[in-house]
């Protein structure tokens, strides 16, 4: 794919969703980044229900330290592989108190040395938390880089170095927004709906739906 084609597609992209940002629900950095530790495995909407009590009564790694294993246990018992995420949270929390003074770090190697952050998760927070320009590959984004040959690779890491290299500058920080929602919500994994697709006729999959 060339790199006319590629700003096509982001442009494409950019006029049907001028301002597109993460499902998930946050009024902080320190809120997203728990959101998104919870987010692993589960689903944007389920984290939401969670989080919406669980920041009511602790919106602070101070305040989610005071509130205990058990009552967080309680209120994310809804969500995939809640006990792990729990012990990685308070892990995560103690170490924002006692490292950063409660703040979250903002630079790739702290993030990923807080329990439950890997690669991805940074990636997500240093975007949409302090607008760095980073590209987020989760399974949605893989999908859709290969199936349209905007970047093809054989795991999550070549994307993304590939999506950096080639998505236009003027559209990198909000890349993976719109990759993500495509893939959620037209570019499906079982059946894309390619009748529906902004970039249908821009796409060099070979398997379109009518």
Same mark, same amino acid.
Request: aromatic fraction near 6%.
């Given at each position: 794919m060339n790199?006319?084609?590629?700003h096509e597609i982001?442009?494409c992209?950019k006029?049907? %969703?001028?301002?597109?940002?993460?499902?998930?629900?946050?009024?902080?950095?320190?809120?997203?980044?728990?959101?998104?530790? *919870?987010?692993?495995? !589960?689903? +944007?909407?389920?984290?939401?229900?969670?989080?919406?009590?669980?920041?009511?009564?602790?919106?602070?790694?101070?305040?989610l330290?005071? *509130?205990?294993e058990?009552?967080? *246990? +309680?209120?994310?018992r809804?969500?995939?592989? =809640?006990?792990?995420?729990?012990? %990685?949270?308070?892990?995560?929390?103690q170490?924002?108190?006692?490292e950063?003074d409660g703040?979250?770090?903002?630079?790739?190697?702290?993030?990923?040395?807080?329990?439950?952050?890997?690669?991805k998760?940074? %990636?997500?927070?240093?975007n949409?938390?302090?607008?760095?320009l980073? &590209?987020?590959? +989760?399974t949605? &984004?893989?999908?859709?880089?290969?199936?349209?040959?905007?970047?093809?690779?054989?795991?999550v890491?070549?994307?993304?170095?590939?999506?950096l290299? #080639? #998505?236009?500058?003027?559209f990198?920080?909000? !890349?993976?927004?719109?990759? &993500?929602?495509?893939?959620?919500?037209?570019?499906?994994?079982?059946k894309?709906?390619?009748?529906?697709?902004? &970039?249908?006729?821009l796409?060099? =999959?070979?398997?379109?739906?009518?």
């Amino acid at each position: 794919m060339n790199a006319a084609k590629r700003h096509e597609i982001f442009a494409c992209l950019k006029s049907a %969703n001028p301002h597109p940002t993460t499902e998930l629900e946050y009024c902080s950095p320190f809120e997203l980044l728990i959101a998104v530790i *919870l987010s692993a495995q !589960a689903t +944007d909407k389920s984290v939401n229900l969670a989080t919406r009590k669980l920041f009511a009564l602790a919106d602070t790694p101070q305040k989610l330290l005071m *509130l205990g294993e058990e009552k967080l *246990l +309680d209120r994310i018992r809804s969500i995939g592989l =809640y006990k792990t995420k729990a012990k %990685n949270i308070l892990a995560t929390c103690q170490i924002l108190v006692d490292e950063y003074d409660g703040e979250v770090p903002r630079t790739r190697e702290q993030l990923e040395k807080l329990p439950g952050v890997g690669r991805k998760t940074a %990636n997500v927070v240093l975007n949409t938390a302090f607008g760095e320009l980073t &590209i987020a590959v +989760d399974t949605h &984004i893989f999908r859709v880089a290969n199936r349209t040959g905007l970047a093809r690779g054989k795991n999550v890491l070549e994307v993304e170095l590939k999506l950096l290299k #080639v #998505v236009p500058k003027v559209f990198m920080h909000d !890349a993976h927004h719109w990759l &993500i929602l495509h893939g959620r919500y037209v570019c499906k994994a079982r059946k894309p709906e390619c009748g529906h697709c902004v &970039i249908s006729h821009l796409c060099e =999959y070979k398997e379109k739906t009518g």
